[in-house]
């Protein structure tokens, strides 16, 4: 499956944004679908899970950001609100096959499936 991500872009502190993430190919199996982020000399941090069961999100964007799909457009997006400097990050979407894990992120070393990432920079 091949992912492409849009909608990054750069904000004020308190704005928002949505990115999208169009899936392409083998879109027929089970994937867990997830967003990830990278800030400049850091790790990659899971920002939020979805499969057919629910939906999980990282402590530091609860209540702040959703994560949702479209099926019929092959496209996961995720809402971003109350936007903060510290979520000024590359953002990808990955997918692998089978479920979520539901109570937690599936770990970043998990997914096989990657876009190339969109930036989103949040200025103060």
């Known amino acids: 499956v091949e992912l492409t991500e849009s909608g990054g872009g750069e904000v004020q502190t308190g704005g928002s944004l949505r990115l999208s993430c169009k899936a392409s190919g083998d879109t027929e199996a089970t994937y867990c679908m997830g967003w990830f982020r990278r800030a400049a000399g850091k790790e990659y941090e899971g920002v939020a899970t979805?499969?057919?069961?629910?939906?999980t999100y990282a402590d530091s964007v609860k209540d702040r950001f959703t994560i949702s799909q479209d099926n019929a457009k092959n496209t996961m997006y995720l809402e971003m609100n109350e936007l903060k400097p510290d979520d000024s990050a590359m953002y990808y979407c990955?997918?692998?096959?089978?479920?979520?894990?539901?109570?937690?992120?599936?770990?970043?070393?998990?997914?096989?499936?990657w876009g190339q990432g969109t930036q989103v920079n949040v200025s103060s």
């Open positions: 979805i499969d057919s069961h629910g939906t």
């Open positions: 990955a997918a692998e096959g089978g479920y979520c894990y539901g109570d937690f992120l599936r770990p970043v070393r998990e997914y096989t499936y």
